[in-house]
């Protein structure tokens, strides 16, 4: 059998004459699109556009859900009654939702952004909270999130689909879990390995933790950043070698 793997980025996220990223590039290698909702980045008219290109480059489109911290670029721990940020997740879904329809293309996933993806990962209860928000909406929606992680449990267990998510560019511990930023050797960035540890990934079932131990990671996904100096050399990086050694670059939500 093929191997296949989806390959998503952040994208979305220019604020008026704020530039993030190179989305019209990655959009040319990725296969998924996790697309800012206004709530840590992104306005209407970039939000279209980016949709846009997606739809034009048959990319799957996902909500990039976060708590409202446009001044903190999503990267805030906050701590929300559950109410609310169902609510937050809610009207971010229904925000994309319509600028995805009006440009022939729909949402078809959710990716939690930042401190709000790190935080459900194991807080129970914001997890619950935003699997709330997406059952309100659309049961049938995927929720991406840390591989091994526990919002992923929750979540199959109300029935949602879940993919589990690896980071091209982030350390490993021993134990599966990313290697704070605060740490040495945190984020890689020599593109050739990078594109080396994914091979890995995809063809063994794990990478090599940051103290040289083999560290089995099962993942469905792919994250390659779009938006730091190399970020797009090192994604087409990862996308050729992988292609190179036989494995099919295709989205989770594609049959």
Not at 3 to 8: A, G
Not at 127 to 148: F, H, P, R, Y
Not at 167 to 175: G, L
Not at 191 to 199: I, T
């Amino acid at each position: 059998m093929i191997k296949t793997i989806d390959l998503n980025s952040d994208l979305g996220e220019s604020f008026g004459q704020w530039h993030m990223g190179n989305d019209k590039e990655i959009l040319g290698i990725v296969s998924s699109a996790n697309v800012a909702c206004g709530f840590h980045a992104g306005d209407p008219v970039g939000i279209l556009q980016t949709l846009k290109s997606a739809q034009e480059n048959n990319v799957a489109i996902g909500a990039h859900v976060s708590y409202p911290d446009l001044v903190g670029f999503g990267r805030r721990k906050m701590d929300l009654a559950s109410h609310e940020l169902t609510a937050d997740v809610i009207y971010q879904i229904g925000a994309l939702q319509g600028l995805a329809a009006a440009v022939g293309t729909k949402v078809s996933y959710i990716k939690p952004h930042g401190a709000l993806y790190n935080t459900i990962a194991n807080d129970k209860y914001q997890a619950i909270a935003v699997i709330e928000g997406i059952l309100a909406i659309d049961s049938n929606l995927a929720l991406v999130g840390l591989a091994g992680s526990n919002v992923l449990k929750l979540a199959q267990e109300r029935g949602l689909k879940t993919v589990a998510e690896a980071f091209a560019d982030r350390a490993y511990t021993s134990q599966g879990e990313l290697v704070s930023r605060r740490e040495a050797g945190s984020v890689l960035h020599d593109a050739d390995l990078v594109a080396q540890r994914m091979l890995q990934l995809v063809t063994e079932g794990g990478v090599e933790s940051i103290d040289g131990k083999f560290t089995p990671i099962q993942a469905d996904s792919i994250c390659v950043h779009g938006d730091s100096p190399g970020a797009v050399e090192m994604a087409k990086q990862v996308r050729t070698v992988l292609q190179q050694s036989g494995i099919t670059i295709r989205s989770f939500i594609l049959p």
